[in-house]
């Protein structure tokens, strides 16, 4: 038994056209799957649709904001693992659904946590984060400052060191001091002067 040809055609023509529409119903839902998601987790969206160029654009900054689970090291943008690719996808469709940057950040954030950011928002413990490098530098810059202030004031080499303590004079012979005196009188007043006669002497027992 032989078909008509308009026969065989017409099933080629529908079993081709059964194909691409559940080709295209599988890829509807696969791209309505994280916008669901977000509805759930975020409600609608704030921002209007985006498409072309403008949704290229936006969505691959928002991607280059996300961090890979896989690299780590990497955006989702940048990074060539597949699932970095259907996060990007991700991004790409949640943008096109009229989600803006802080919806898309935030639901990626709820399902990876806040590890997935590579921007952490300047909250809580992330304040530690963005600020010690500059309380590093500046203890640094403290303790360079009062070690050199510290060095500069060591007195230096012959220098006398002030103990504090009070420095006690020798006791001075008053006949000693009565016959240098006579002898400062006597080199002030020139040759011819007569030194001082001695004293008496003191007995001795």
């Known amino acids: 038994m032989h078909l ?47 498409s072309g160029d403008e949704l290229e654009a936006k969505a691959s900054h928002v991607a280059s904001l996300l961090r890979c689970p896989v690299c780590q090291g990497l955006s989702i943008d940048d990074s060539p693992a597949p ?3 259907n996060m990007s996808i ?29 921007q952490p928002p300047l909250r809580g413990v ?26 500069t004031k060591k007195p230096g080499a012959g220098e006398a060191v002030d103990t504090g303590a009070p420095v006690e004079s020798e006791p001075v012979d008053p006949e000693l001091e009565r016959y240098l005196a006579a002898a400062r009188n006597l080199a002030a007043d020139g040759p011819g002067t007569k030194p001082p006669a001695a004293g008496p002497s003191k007995a001795t027992n």
Do not use: C, H
Not at 16 to 40: C, N
Not at 105 to 116: A, H, K
Not at 140 to 148: E, Q, S
């Open 90 to 118: 991700e991004v790409r469709d949640l943008m096109a659904a009229g989600y803006d940057q802080e919806q898309v950040l935030t639901y990626f954030e709820s399902s990876y946590g806040e590890f997935v950011l590579l």
């Open 4 to 50: 008509p040809r308009t026969a065989v055609i017409f099933g080629f023509v529908l079993g081709s056209f059964a194909m691409a529409s559940g080709d295209l119903a599988a890829q509807q839902t696969a791209t309505s799957a994280p916008v669901s998601a977000a509805r759930e987790k975020l409600g609608p969206p704030r921002g209007a649709p985006l």
């Open 126 to 151: 992330n304040w530690l984060v963005w600020l010690a490098p500059a309380i590093a530098l500046i203890l640094g810059g403290a303790a360079v400052f009062f070690a050199l202030k510290k060095m």
């Open 83 to 85: 699932m970095a690719r």
